[in-house]
């Protein structure tokens, strides 16, 4: 028997296996939170219609739920589930649902090449079960302390939230910056100073251009923020 109810839970494809005695509404509506809030861990699901729609008469005739599996996850923040019994009854229910984050979000317009912080941005409880939230939640940054360690590779418009690809880590040493450089041929070694050509992090390997003989080599970043070229 297959019968579509609206009901209300949540996104993700998933199918399990365990059993659960549906001797209490309350039981399995807790028991089918807990098995979709697993799936989207850092978020506050809500379904604000599963405690009513559990009780009608088709669903409280299952006695024991064998399988509870997400047929789709749909864009207006919709899902399709399927409950089979032990005695291999189905049946669906599609439910909306919520998923809610504490996210941090633009409080004004910052532009490219900027160093991020605390102070550009607000917390808001943003639902990652529709809209662009849903389609960008897997790119989304929500700890805010990553944020901090971070600058923008394209501008970022108030009231939006941060995507991975939005920005990058801010890097050690900068294009255009003057660093000590150590050139090292096996016993020698020789300081000098030269420019950085190029971004980069500690441990990346870097253009430079020496500061009296103009020579482009490549070095390695080194932790005080010289670069070590190894001739």
């Known amino acids: 028997m297959n019968r579509v109810l609206n009901?209300?839970?949540?996104?993700?494809s998933f199918c399990s296996t365990s059993s659960y005695a549906l001797d209490d509404a309350n039981l399995l509506s807790s028991r089918i939170h807990k098995i979709l809030s697993e799936k989207l861990p850092y978020a506050e699901i809500k379904l604000p219609n599963l405690e009513k729609l559990v009780k009608s008469p088709e669903i409280s005739s299952i006695n024991e739920l064998a399988n509870v599996r997400i047929i789709e996850d749909r864009a207006n923040g919709v899902v399709l589930l399927e409950l089979t019994s032990a005695e291999g009854t189905s049946i669906r229910i599609q439910t909306p649902y919520q998923a809610m984050v504490k996210t941090p979000v633009a409080i004004r317009r910052i532009y490219p090449n900027t160093r991020l912080k605390k102070e550009d941005f607000r917390i808001e409880n943003l639902n990652v079960a529709t809209g662009n939230a849903r389609d960008y939640r897997s790119a989304i940054i929500f700890d805010e302390s990553k944020l901090e360690?971070?600058?923008?590779?394209q501008s970022i418009l108030e009231g939006q939230f941060v995507v991975t690809n939005a920005v990058q880590?801010?890097?050690?040493?900068?294009?255009?910056?003057?660093?000590?450089?150590?050139?090292?041929s096996g016993d020698l070694s020789l300081t000098t100073a030269a420019t950085i050509l190029e971004n980069a992090s500690i441990g990346e390997r870097v253009h430079i251009l020496t500061t009296k003989s103009k020579k482009d080599l490549v070095g390695k970043v080194l932790e005080d923020h010289s670069v070590e070229v190894r001739l």
Do not use: N
């Open 149 to 153: 360690q971070m600058e923008t590779k």
């Open 169 to 184: 880590k801010q890097p050690d040493v900068r294009k255009g910056e003057t660093v000590k450089l150590e050139l090292t």
């Open 7 to 12: 009901l209300a839970a949540i996104a993700i």
